[in-house]
């Protein structure tokens, strides 16, 4: 499966992005999906994820309650609503998607197969 993720950009904190990432070549029905994002300096963390059976969106304590994450495999597209922005959430966002997996999407980047190329938020304040 490839995936590109969109929708990065220069926001003000307090603002909102609104990220995408298409699939193609299989569909997600079957994949577990999940965002993560890189600081410039700093290791790839995991920013939120929903499990392939359509598990509730389990994310990370630095974005919880101000992002949202949702799917739609029949478009083969997930999203990542980020809003409440902060300066400190400046980072490449990368989407990912494994096959299967656990019920809950698994937070450990390494678990993970198949990587889109990142789009870059920007918060300034």
């Known amino acids: 499966v490839q995936l590109q993720a969109s929708g990065g950009g220069l926001v003000q904190a307090g603002g909102s992005l609104r990220l995408s990432c298409a699939a193609s070549?299989?569909?997600?029905?079957?994949?577990?999906v999940a965002w993560f994002r890189q600081a410039l300096g700093k290791g790839r963390e995991f920013v939120g994820g929903?499990?392939?059976?359509?598990?509730?969106?389990r994310f990370s304590d630095s974005v919880k309650g101000r992002f949202t994450m949702s799917r739609d495999n029949a478009e083969n597209t997930m999203w990542l609503q980020m809003n409440s922005l902060k300066p400190e959430d400046t980072a490449v966002y990368y989407c990912?998607?494994?096959?299967?997996?656990?019920?809950?999407?698994?937070?450990?980047?390494?678990?993970?197969?198949?990587w889109g190329r990142g789009t870059l938020v920007t918060v300034s304040s």
């Open positions: 990912a998607a494994r096959i299967f997996g656990a019920a809950t999407a698994t937070t450990n980047r390494y678990d993970y197969d198949y």
């Open positions: 070549g299989r569909n997600l029905t079957s994949y577990t």
């Open positions: 929903i499990g392939w059976k359509g598990s509730s969106a």
